[in-house]
């Protein structure tokens, strides 16, 4: 039976933090019949909270029965030991959320859960289905009740659908993923098995571990699936391979079985490699950190400048700050302290709060600044306004000069594939010239990297890549009534 949900009290929510695009999911799952399963879940969600931070939730199967706990709020916030231990079972799945597709309340939590004539499944989704409101209409002309506002929802019901049509557990992932566009990376609980499934492009992550003997005398292997290596690591698990685009795994006391569904095109999402992804995870089987690192050597090459210190915006832009300073042989140095921590939540500022702005977040070291002319590293800018402040909190601070380095191009193109970003007329770069921007946030210079320089620190083919956000260039098309919704369709064409 599935375990009651538990609500918890909110406060107001300010976010502090407000001018980055937001990941918008995190997916885990594991196979492990001699372990907790629910526990390690939860320590893999911990892993991977970056990636969403408004919904958390745990499945797992105990001998064929699911258990579920799901709820708002971050993973420590919806889980402590006493609602792990209401969760026994041999294999789970696991989900951290951040809303791309559907409102933000308690029903659009995941896994999304379902009942079908195998018995009950449980469905985590990391991306965004693009052709979502023509799926919508086709489960409603079937008489479905849409109970949630998300895309997960749908794919799930198209599963449950097939299944109940007939179809095993694989046949029926695999009908429901071909009527599906855009990206999404699932892992899905069975009362057989746990399923991992990545869309042919392959555009959000997810890879594979390994952390156990498959000697048959020893029972089957213990796997882990996570959207980033980060999430294995925090359980033990070994990176075994990415789970490759197009590919479906099943993991069952059987052992693990691969299928290749759909043929692999590979567009993988380049932004996860400059800021999304943890930098100690490893991505299409790159460490973040060193690729980060090259991104700053590159820049630096690109376009130096003559400063005293080469100073990072924390955490994003360090190890490009790293990378630069190596390159341009200026001394590295810390001039913002970050406050590690002010989350999402967050108590509403009093006006005098309010005036200190940017300070409830980053607070700039008066000593080291003083005098000094200082070039600041982030890994990007989308609507300007967080870097205009962090300029001026500098220059407040004593800074005779404030130079900007962006380590990757300018942010010209929202993306529809799982990443929350403002609609095109909001991002500065799809607006305004990198002078106008250089007045608005308030710098002597600002230089972005070149998109060859981007692509040649990740010693890989462009066709490697989705790169929507900063060419336009947009893998899966998308539907009109879309794109409406983001882009300034009568100034900027899409390509694909
Ligand atoms: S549009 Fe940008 S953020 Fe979205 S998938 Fe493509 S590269 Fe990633």
Request: one cysteine or more; aromatic letters at 8%.
């Amino acid at each position: 039976m599935p375990v009651p949900t538990k609500t918890f009290a909110h406060t107001s929510t300010v976010d502090v933090h407000p001018d980055k695009p937001e990941e918008a999911c995190g997916v885990f799952a594991v196979f492990s019949p001699k372990d907790d399963v629910a526990t390690l879940t939860y320590f893999g969600l911990y892993a991977l909270q970056h990636r969403g931070q408004e919904s958390a939730g745990i499945a797992t199967f105990d001998h064929g029965s699911l258990n579920v706990h799901k709820d708002m709020g971050l993973v420590s916030q919806v889980f402590d030991e006493e609602v792990l231990q209401r969760l026994p079972g041999q294999w789970a799945v696991g989900h951290t959320r951040y809303s791309t597709t559907g409102s933000s309340r308690v029903a659009n939590a995941q896994p999304a859960v379902l009942s079908t004539r195998l018995g009950d499944m449980a469905l985590a989704h990391n991306g965004n289905v693009v052709n979502a409101a023509e799926l919508r209409e086709k489960l409603l002309k079937r008489n479905h009740t849409l109970l949630t506002t998300t895309d997960t929802e749908l794919i799930a019901l198209l599963m449950a659908d097939a299944v109940n049509d007939g179809k095993d557990w694989i046949e029926a992932a695999i009908d429901a993923c071909k009527q599906c566009e855009g990206a999404f990376s699932l892992t899905i609980a069975t009362p057989e098995g746990i399923l991992a499934i990545r869309d042919p492009n392959g555009i959000r992550p997810l890879v594979l571990g390994y952390f156990g003997g498959d000697d048959p005398k020893n029972g089957p292997g213990q796997y882990a699936v996570a959207s980033e290596t980060c999430g294995l690591d925090i359980v033990n698990a070994h990176h075994i391979r990415d789970v490759q685009p197009g590919e479906l795994i099943w993991i069952s006391e059987a052992g693990i079985k691969s299928l290749q569904w759909a043929q692999p095109q590979r567009r993988l999402c380049i932004f996860e490699m400059v800021y999304f992804a943890r930098p100690d995870s490893v991505y299409h089987g790159e460490s973040l950190y060193s690729y980060r690192k090259r991104l700053g050597n590159i820049l630096a090459q690109e376009s130096p400048a003559d400063v005293d210190l080469i100073m990072p915006v924390p955490d994003s832009g360090i190890p490009a700050a790293i990378g630069f300073a190596e390159a341009s042989g200026i001394p590295y140095a810390e001039g913002l302290i970050k406050n590690r921590y002010v989350g999402r939540t967050f108590i509403q500022p009093t006006q005098l709060m309010r005036e200190a702005g940017i300070r409830i977040k980053l607070n700039p070291l008066r000593d080291v600044l003083e005098g000094k002319r200082i070039l600041l590293v982030d890994d990007s800018i989308v609507r300007g306004t967080t870097s205009r402040k962090i300029v001026k909190a500098l220059r407040d601070a004593g800074a005779t000069e404030v130079h900007m380095r962006i380590s990757s191009p300018p942010v010209t193109h929202p993306c529809f594939y799982g990443i929350d970003t403002d609609s095109q007329s909001q991002l500065i770069a799809a607006t305004k010239s990198v002078e106008e921007i250089e007045a608005q946030i308030g710098v002597d210079t600002l230089a972005y990297l070149s998109w060859q320089g981007m692509l040649q620190a990740t010693q890989q083919d462009t066709e490697t890549f989705c790169s929507a956000c900063f060419t336009g260039d947009y893998p899966v098309e998308i539907p009109e009534m879309f794109k409406r919704s983001k882009l300034m369709l009568e100034k900027t064409p899409v390509k694909a």
